[in-house]
């Protein structure tokens, strides 16, 4: 079972650069969230959606935007990349009813130089 | 926003000996979930937690959701090396804006020594 699949595994983007980090999951789950992993700091929420067409914004949204065309992909996009955005990217999903565990993606390094 | 606060940040050990750690929170969460992520890899479900006061293992973890629901426990015992990693936990909002949505800890970095 393929479960969450993110990519890329890594990249490294200059300042400026735009690009977007891919998110699929075969699960049929309706929510499916971005987190940031920094030291030291958990993970953060950055945007999450509780089904295809409905997004909202986590706790650091500033600087990325996502969409939710299909219930299985739900990309991430950074328009105009910061250092500040060199991060671990997680990807996750979890069905929408019930207080149940959320799927993990294995992540997407990124680094802006 | 809600916030969790993990304790401690690292713990450094030896092979064998019993591990705990903890989040509180000021806000109430309806489950508590604990997470394992090893290098390169994303957090993946250790135990979970839905009830208040409950008390769950899963091997050598213990886990337990404080009845106040604002705070929980994990305890590993007997160490082994590769119980290694960073531990999370993660509270599921209790409702309105929060259902639903997973609020981590800061994590747990637990090395062991053989």
């Known amino acids: 079972n393929a479960g969450v699949t993110q990519t890329p595994k890594f990249q490294v983007l200059k300042t400026g650069q735009s690009m977007t980090l891919q998110c699929a999951q075969d699960?049929?789950?309706?929510?499916m969230s971005w987190y940031r992993q920094d030291p030291g700091m958990g993970l953060r929420l950055i945007h999450y959606s509780v089904g295809a067409g409905i997004t909202d914004q986590g706790e650091v949204p500033n600087g990325y935007n996502v969409s939710r065309s299909t219930t299985e992909d739900f990309p991430l996009r950074l328009l105009s990349a910061a250092p500040s955005q060199t991060s671990v990217y997680f990807c996750?999903?979890?069905?929408?009813?019930?207080?149940?565990?959320?799927?993990f993606g294995q992540g997407t390094r990124l680094t802006v130089v | 926003g809600q916030q969790l606060n993990q304790s401690p940040q690292s713990m450094f050990i030896q092979e064998g000996e019993d591990v705990s750690m903890n989040c509180t929170s000021s806000s109430i969460f309806n489950t508590w979930l604990w997470y394992k992520q090893d290098p390169g890899e994303g957090p993946v479900l250790l135990i979970a937690l839905y009830k208040a006061g409950e008390l769950t293992s899963n091997g050598r973890l213990t886990a337990q959701f404080g009845i106040t629901r604002k705070d929980s426990f994990l305890n590993i015992s007997a160490s082994i090396p590769s119980d290694v990693g960073i531990y999370f936990c993660a509270g599921l909002g209790a409702g309105g804006t929060s259902y639903g949505k997973l609020t981590f800890g800061q994590g747990t970095i637990l090395t062991v020594h053989p």
């Open positions: 699960m049929n789950h309706e929510y």
């Open positions: 996750a999903s979890k069905p929408r009813q019930g207080n149940t565990e959320a799927f």
